[in-house]
């Protein structure tokens, strides 16, 4: 019997309408365009500003434009997975509400969280039920409204997030195609450096730290890069090492769009030509769990089958790693 691979066979994205652009930051906090720009690389992200809707909304709006493109029918879904840090409240699961949602009625459903590489461990998940021969259909949703944890007069977080999400359909092939290998990792010692300290089980929220912004995300910015800057690059070397590729057999950098000198970085470690690199940080900011799917369905067009792809993130926890794929199908 042919061994089972676990491939992509489907992208859908969804964005909020609403742009913060670096010009109307400059108009809320102490910063200005070229800063964040040459720091950064973004230039403009989007926010889902209307009340009441969380990341179920983005999850759900990603899911149907797969589901639009695909074809597929929703009750042939058997797992939904939302790899998101925001989830729409505390107990109460954020996709088990999206499947229901999109009609994906015959599916059992969970969150995951693991901060900005949420999606990446998501897609270790999601293959190991595919190869495992029980299901069919998985579908994993990168998805965060990151507006909800930041504060806007804070400019080492506010011009770096946005709001959006991304959405894949993992299905089994007998082809040499799909989820090929991983190398992930994590360090828990390195969570006072990226958090939101309150409305967890440790810290309950309190009249107190509400109005003192104990919700809002915060990170030492110096800690954090010089941590994602080595790991991601350095993972992304393992990934290449124990699969014998190097930068002329990568045919794409998929890496967590955090910070333009991060994914720089992690190129120049490999080598790999400018081209060869996914970038749409400039557009959307850092979406969190959403910016890897985002980034395939910006560049679905131009992927071919077989195109050998190397998935990268770092995020809180610290989580970190890297995903070696080989895409299953042309546009």
């Known amino acids: 019997m042919s061994k089972i691979s676990a491939a992509i066979t489907a992208v859908g994205a969804y964005v909020p309408d609403y742009v913060l652009t670096n010009q109307i930051l400059e108009t809320m906090v102490d910063t200005n365009d070229e800063w964040i720009t ?14 009441g809707k969380g990341t179920s909304y983005l999850a759900i709006k990603a899911a149907k434009d797969l589901i639009s493109k695909k074809g597929i029918n929703p009750k042939d879904i058997e797992l939904v997975i939302v790899a998101t840090a925001t ?7 954020t996709a088990a509400f999206t499947a229901s949602e999109i009609g994906a ?62 959405a894949v359909l993992f299905e089994p092939t007998t082809e040499d195609l799909g989820l090929k290998d991983e190398y992930l990792r994590s360090d828990g010692s390195g969570r006072e450096f990226l958090q939101a300290t309150y409305g967890g089980s ?14 809002y995300a915060f990170q030492e910015g110096r800690t954090v890069f010089k ?31 955090a910070n333009k000198r991060i994914i720089d970085a992690t190129a120049q470690r490999i080598e790999l030509d400018e081209e060869k690199v996914m970038i749409n940080i400039h557009k959307y900011g850092n979406t969190t769990s959403a910016t890897l799917p985002l980034l395939l369905n ?4 131009q992927l071919k089958k077989g195109d050998n792809i190397i998935f990268a993130a770092f995020g809180g926890g610290f989580n970190w790693g890297a995903i070696y794929l080989k895409w299953a199908y042309n546009s």
């Open 87 to 93: 989830p729409d409240m505390k107990a109460a699961s």
């Open 298 to 301: 910006d560049y679905e067009s």
């Open 38 to 51: 040459t720091r950064t690389g973004i230039k403009e992200r989007r926010i889902l500003k209307e009340d």
């Open 227 to 257: 941590n994602a800057v080595f790991n991601m690059a350095d993972a992304t070397v393992k990934i290449l090492e124990k699969n014998n590729l190097d930068k002329d057999n990568v045919d794409w950098l998929a890496a967590h769009q």
């Open 202 to 215: 440790q810290h309950a929220m309190t009249q107190d730290a509400l109005e003192n912004g104990g919700h």
């Open 105 to 166: 009625t015959n599916a059992f459903s969970f969150d995951m969280d693991a901060a900005c590489s949420s999606f990446l461990y998501g897609m270790s998940v999601a293959s190991t039920y595919i190869e495992s021969g029980r299901y069919k259909n998985v579908l994993l949703i990168g998805a965060d409204k990151m507006s909800s944890l930041i504060n806007y007069k804070d400019r080492a977080t506010c011009i770096i997030f946005g709001d959006g999400a991304g």
